[in-house]
């Protein structure tokens, strides 16, 4: 088997997951957007040697080739085929799609199954997050009993995105002795969001200056942690990225509806924004950017998070 992996479900946070074990302990990462570059270029760079590891992953997000969305790039699927077929590559190839379905009829896509590792992360249901955070721990040597996972989702929220970032918090914190206790919960995690987080999504959707400015200023009286303000925002800038993307490749407001499966009424008013795709993408891009630089102890996160809101 190759090393190209075919990542898609519903939920980009669970994605975003799964391409970051790929890539743990890997420098040298390239990211195409195949809504707009074609699959020709990403493996033209997968096909070259890292000059800064030994290895590198090249991710391709939007694979919507793979789907049955109107795509008006003209991939080279002839050349993918042979890229798939070929067992000799070292570098790793992840190709990502939000969508709950692939497009089987297609002999790419059957290609891919039989060649490729492919993961299905559909959305998860609120009943099965506490399982979900006891196999995250799990992963990573922990253990937490279901009576106290169903605690935690309840306490920190039921954002996937959120709940990760809590977990590896308290990986840290925990790191002694690997066993997440209630007191551990209500000690080091972050009660779920206020309706302030809401007003401050809405208002920057809007480009309401004054109201983010009041709403941030709200959130940090409150004691609302930055990351997780962060949090927040990505999902909802990449919402609003996947509704316009969908939109204007011809999907109407309820298929919109059916593949992000998010209430109808969402969707209406993520079309009503005024943002452009390109500039969602860079929104999304100085998201990544500050979530990572935060992390990595680059930058404080309340100095980062005021400069996002300051230059959006």
Same mark, same amino acid.
């Given at each position: 088997m190759n090393n190209v992996y075919l990542i898609y479900g519903n939920d980009y946070g669970l994605i975003k997951r799964e391409i970051d074990k790929i890539k743990k302990n890997v420098n040298d990462v390239a990211?195409?957007?195949?809504?707009?570059?074609?699959?020709?270029?990403?493996?033209d760079d997968a096909s070259c040697m890292s000059l800064l590891d030994n290895k590198k992953v090249l991710i391709g997000e939007n694979a919507l080739f793979l789907t049955t969305s109107i795509n008006n790039i003209n991939h080279d699927l002839d050349y993918l085929s042979n890229y798939l077929n070929d067992t000799s590559h070292d570098n790793i190839v992840i190709l990502t799609v939000i969508t709950d379905k692939l497009d089987e009829r297609k002999k790419i896509v059957k290609l891919i199954?039989?060649?490729s590792k492919v993961i299905n992360k559909s959305f998860i249901e609120d009943k099965n997050l506490p399982?979900?955070?006891?196999?995250?721990?799990?992963?990573?040597?922990?253990?937490?009993?279901f009576k106290t996972a169903n605690y935690f989702v309840n306490y920190v929220g039921k954002n996937v995105d959120i709940l990760i970032s809590e977990i590896e918090k308290m990986i840290v914190y925990k790191e002694n002795?690997?066993?997440?206790?209630?007191? @551990?919960?209500?000690?080091?995690?972050?009660?779920?969001?206020?309706?302030?987080?809401?007003?401050?999504? @809405?208002?920057?959707?809007?480009?309401?200056?004054k109201k983010i400015?009041?709403?941030?200023?709200?959130?940090?009286?409150?004691?609302?942690?930055?990351i997780k303000i962060i949090a927040l925002l990505a999902n909802q800038f990449l919402l609003t990225y996947q509704v316009k993307l969908l939109n204007s490749n011809g999907k109407s407001s309820k298929e919109i509806a059916d593949v992000l499966k998010v209430h109808p009424y969402r969707v209406k008013l993520t079309l009503e924004t005024d943002y452009l795709?390109?500039?969602l993408e860079s929104i999304l891009k100085k998201l990544h950017e500050l979530d990572y630089d935060i992390k990595s102890g680059k930058l404080d996160k309340k100095v980062g998070l005021e400069n996002f809101l300051l230059n959006i």
């Amino acid at each position: 088997m190759n090393n190209v992996y075919l990542i898609y479900g519903n939920d980009y946070g669970l994605i975003k997951r799964e391409i970051d074990k790929i890539k743990k302990n890997v420098n040298d990462v390239a990211k195409y957007d195949l809504s707009i570059n074609k699959i020709d270029d990403l493996l033209d760079d997968a096909s070259c040697m890292s000059l800064l590891d030994n290895k590198k992953v090249l991710i391709g997000e939007n694979a919507l080739f793979l789907t049955t969305s109107i795509n008006n790039i003209n991939h080279d699927l002839d050349y993918l085929s042979n890229y798939l077929n070929d067992t000799s590559h070292d570098n790793i190839v992840i190709l990502t799609v939000i969508t709950d379905k692939l497009d089987e009829r297609k002999k790419i896509v059957k290609l891919i199954k039989q060649t490729s590792k492919v993961i299905n992360k559909s959305f998860i249901e609120d009943k099965n997050l506490p399982n979900f955070v006891i196999e995250e721990f799990k992963l990573e040597g922990y253990t937490i009993d279901f009576k106290t996972a169903n605690y935690f989702v309840n306490y920190v929220g039921k954002n996937v995105d959120i709940l990760i970032s809590e977990i590896e918090k308290m990986i840290v914190y925990k790191e002694n002795d690997k066993l997440v206790t209630i007191k @551990d919960i209500n000690d080091i995690s972050c009660k779920g969001f206020k309706d302030n987080v809401f007003d401050l999504t @809405d208002g920057i959707m809007k480009r309401d200056y004054k109201k983010i400015y009041e709403c941030y200023k709200d959130l940090i009286i409150l004691g609302e942690e930055p990351i997780k303000i962060i949090a927040l925002l990505a999902n909802q800038f990449l919402l609003t990225y996947q509704v316009k993307l969908l939109n204007s490749n011809g999907k109407s407001s309820k298929e919109i509806a059916d593949v992000l499966k998010v209430h109808p009424y969402r969707v209406k008013l993520t079309l009503e924004t005024d943002y452009l795709i390109y500039e969602l993408e860079s929104i999304l891009k100085k998201l990544h950017e500050l979530d990572y630089d935060i992390k990595s102890g680059k930058l404080d996160k309340k100095v980062g998070l005021e400069n996002f809101l300051l230059n959006i």
